[in-house]
């Protein structure tokens, strides 16, 4: 399994951005995407997940501000981010987790966010 994030930018404060992170190869099912970020010196936080059945789960740090949805193709993941700060900055990055079987983990490259103030 392959996955791939992208989207990332410079942003100023207060505005959007969305994240995408898409999984190719044999992918199992069921699984579950989630979202980390990792900012300059700190470690990685989590922040988001769904699995292949809808159920969405956030962490405290981001909750309101990102959404996480999948795409039609269903083997994209989207962190739609809203209401960015300073603190969002960060590399992020995307990890796919099969839901029972061997459990298998899988990671992809991060993309960076900037946000300015």
């Known amino acids: 399994v392959q996955l791939q994030a992208s989207g990332g930018g410079l942003v100023s404060a207060g505005g959007s951005l969305t994240l995408s992170c898409a999984a190719s190869g044999s992918i199992p099912s069921p699984n579950s995407v989630s979202w980390y970020r990792q900012a300059p010196g700190k470690q990685r936080e989590y922040l988001a997940q769904?699995?292949?059945?809808?159920?969405?789960d956030y962490s405290s740090s981001i909750k309101g501000r990102f959404t996480i949805s999948r795409g039609n193709d269903r083997n994209t993941v989207n962190l739609h981010m809203n209401s960015l700060k300073p603190d969002d900055t960060g590399v992020y990055s995307c990890?796919?987790?099969?839901?029972?079987?061997?459990?298998?983990?899988?990671w992809g490259e991060g993309t960076q966010v900037t946000v300015s103030s």
């Open positions: 990890g796919l987790i099969e839901l029972g079987g061997n459990a298998s983990h899988f």
């Open positions: 769904i699995t292949s059945g809808g159920l969405r």
